[in-house]
């Protein structure tokens, strides 16, 4: 069978040197790390000096797009950046959509690139299929997201990937975002800031080339089946008209409904949930956003913000500066409490911070991305403010993982309070809390548990695996058991295979794509030989590599992995199933069946060699 | 091969590009959508959808389409 899906190059770009090379891409490394995702962690793990500071020269940025991203199935849209994040100080991934990125990569011939050193001066990588070359980003340096994309667009036409980074990325913010093609982020942990570290101000990307099939009869049986059922959903229209707004109560749908302007979609989405918005009035009227979705936008309004479009205009000001919207309240909420308790001094906070504010969480937004003033200090994230105020202040600080703010869970912005496997994830995935790895049923309260033993069979689990995680699932309510620890073990796995092909995780996408399908799949787009059980033991291969290459920087169960205090207070989280209030001797089983299920060592998280 | 006149609802394009990848896996073996003989363009809120001369009206990019942004309907064959 001829082979698809695949590109077959990685460009190595040394910005220190200004040297550009493409290599042949090592099918036999591409087959044992199934591709995007799985790729990155991979190449990152070969790449990186161990311990090195993730502001380094020395800490890689790789970038990468899956087997399945160009083609025509479902939501195949990912693009991964691997490298080792400020925030957490750990390897860790971020992952995003978008239009035109991924797909440009692939048909200019790459799957992945490899960026190392720090070059002298700003720059941009420009990718026109064999044509590689850096430019002088002179003109771009200093411009927020926004502006850098639309002046590239200008200058190279459309349809061009873009990257790129804003101002807070340029000055090492260590909460800083990077975008790609302007709607979807490269997000939490600070990745924008690695890219400034190296003066990289943007990747931008555009191929002639196109992405084959292994097998042309094969995919046209399967993805005409799967589309079918996608087509023939119930609630296909729904989806399509609401987005993410059908899960999140927060955002009305009567305003809504007169803020939006279009649907938007990923490439090769069916079920897009990306979001254009217009502000109808008032001061703001006019100002058109694209946003990765439109609850983002009424972030500001979890923290007080009593009028939508200044919400909105609040959101594409941290979006223009590419700012993580979470970290950003979350700090803000913090230094707020350090000046009321007099740990910072009243005139170093001007002007006043008020999270209910326009006018003051923007000048701060713009403090902090330029680092001016008291700015440069809240600029460190929650460990510089630590830092710089000592004890008295971290008695203070909200719940931390990893030196940073879980956005879901008490006193984060997403408030729910059982406790599932994705606020589990925000301890366990080593890139720290984030909720993208770790989705399952328990998103969702009080699910019925034969939903999560559907759940475990669509993602791979093995039959035992299922009788160890669930029990009594037809049983009376007192002696039903959900071991959410063991049942992350398979969110993470499903998480890989999806990010490893190129497949979006979002629940209402990934619903429609099980283990066995991802399986056929991946060989009739490849012409990998593969079935369940070798996909299976690729995916377990990918996921603890990422815990290896994270164990070698120094992640310690004992220090990195300890849920916050503030989850086990009075209005902590809840046992998922009981709703009883969670205690932490809870968490550490869970925390230990979660290794277990790995086949780690339950008490060090330590794989085996 | 039957033709279809084609039509486009551009508010509803959502920009998934899946057109575009249809029409160029068909005719060029390989999926890459600026080769395709439909093109889609998104700016902002604006979107316009444009078919190049090479387009046969073959509709195959329509049935790719789950917004509702394309339509097609069967030209009468035979027409003088
Ligand atoms: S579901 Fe949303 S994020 Fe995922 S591919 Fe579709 S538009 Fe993109
Ligand atoms: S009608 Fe056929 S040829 Fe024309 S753009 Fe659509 S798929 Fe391509
Ligand atoms: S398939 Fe439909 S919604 Fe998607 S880009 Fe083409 S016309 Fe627009």
Redesign the interface.
Known sequence: MSRGGFAGKVLRVDLSAGEIRREPLDMALAERYIGGLGLCLKLCHDTIKPGCEPLSPENPIILGAGPFV???LPSTSRVYSVSKLPSSRTIGWCGAGG?TFG?MLK?AGLDHIIIEGRSPKPVYLKIFDDRVELKPADRLWGRSVDNTCQALWDEFG??TGVMCIGQAGERLVPFSMAFVDRISTLGRGGFAAVMGSKNLKAVIV????????AD?KRYKTLSKAF?DK??SWPH?KQA?ELGMVQAFSFVPRDEFARIK????????????C?D?V?IPDGPFKGL?K?TSSVINLYTPALYGFTDYRESIKCMVTLDEYGLDMFEFFGLMAFAKRLVDEGIIPRDAAKPEIRLNSLDSMETWARKISFREDLGDVLAGGFNGIIQQFGEEAEKLAPALVKGMHPYAGPGSAISWDRFGTMELGQVLDPRGPHVGSGGSPTYFASRPLKVFTQHLKRMGAPSEAIDRIIKNADGPTDRQELKVGALLRYSHAWFTMLGSMGICARGHINRFYNAEICADLYETVTGIPTDLPALRERVDRVWTLYRLANLREGLDRGKDEIPPEQWFSKAGFKNYLTGEPLQRSEVERMIEDYYKEWGWDPKTGMPPH | MAKYRIDVAT????????CE??C??TY????????ARIQV?????D?SVRFSEECIECGICVD?C??GALSKTKKQEDQP
């Open positions: 160009g083609t025509n239009f797909v048909n459309m349809p555009k191929g002639s080339g196109g992405v084959k099939v042309r589309l996608i087509r296909l399509q302007k279009r649907r938007a979609a990923c490439v090769s989405c069916p079920i897009g990306k254009v217009e058109v694209c | 508010e509803n394009c959502s920009g998934c590009s899946r990848l249809a160029s896996y060029t073996k390989a999926f890459n959508p600026s080769r363009k998104m700016s902002g809120a979107c790719q789950l917004y």
